[in-house]
């Protein structure tokens, strides 16, 4: 019995291992993902970064002016209003929040209600990984900061 050659089939071969060598080759010296920073003008920190497929968010504060008047429930409010915010101005939304982390003033006092603000606010379909700490924070009548990572 013998083996006949077809020249068809060596060719196809052939071809299939040179792509697959080029194929290495061309991944192997991709370019890096770019990276997009919006909201700049702070010189401490970029309010947005998008990188290879995910957004961040710097962490989020209520709104300055109104930090003496404005309970743990108001504070969280108007940071998650201003995550929204953010979100949207990336290009995407809570539906697609990876993660969460939040830092509250003092967790005894204020747990209870930041995180009944949260739960009334995330996509309950969607929900993101979230850590929640106490920490002192920036200001003395800041109570909460919220910081979140999504995908695009």
């Known amino acids: 019995m013998g083996f006949a050659l077809d020249t ?3 060719l196809s071969g052939a071809i299939g291992a040179a792509a697959v060598l080029l194929l290495g080759r061309l991944i192997g ?3 890096a993902p770019a990276t997009e920073r919006l909201g700049t003008t702070d010189p401490r920190a970029s309010a947005i970064v998008k ?3 995910l957004v961040y968010i ?3 504060v209520a709104i300055i002016d109104k930090l003496g008047e ?3 429930t108001a504070q969280t409010q108007q ?3 201003k995550v929204d ?3 949207a101005q990336a290009g995407t939304d809570k539906s697609k ?3 969460g982390r939040i830092w509250v003033l003092d967790v005894p006092q204020h747990f209870a209600k930041m995180n009944a603000v949260w739960n009334a606010w995330v996509d309950p379909n969607n929900k993101p990984v979230r850590y929640c700490v106490q920490s002192p924070m920036a200001r003395p009548n800041i109570l909460v900061e919220i910081q979140v990572v999504a995908a695009q």
């Open 58 to 60: 710097s962490g989020q």
């Open 85 to 87: 915010a953010l979100l």
């Open 8 to 10: 068809n089939a060596m």
């Open 70 to 72: 404005s309970d743990i």
């Open 79 to 81: 940071t998650l209003a």
């Open 51 to 53: 990188h290879n497929g």
């Open 29 to 31: 010296k991709a370019p």
């Open 97 to 99: 929040l990876i993660e």
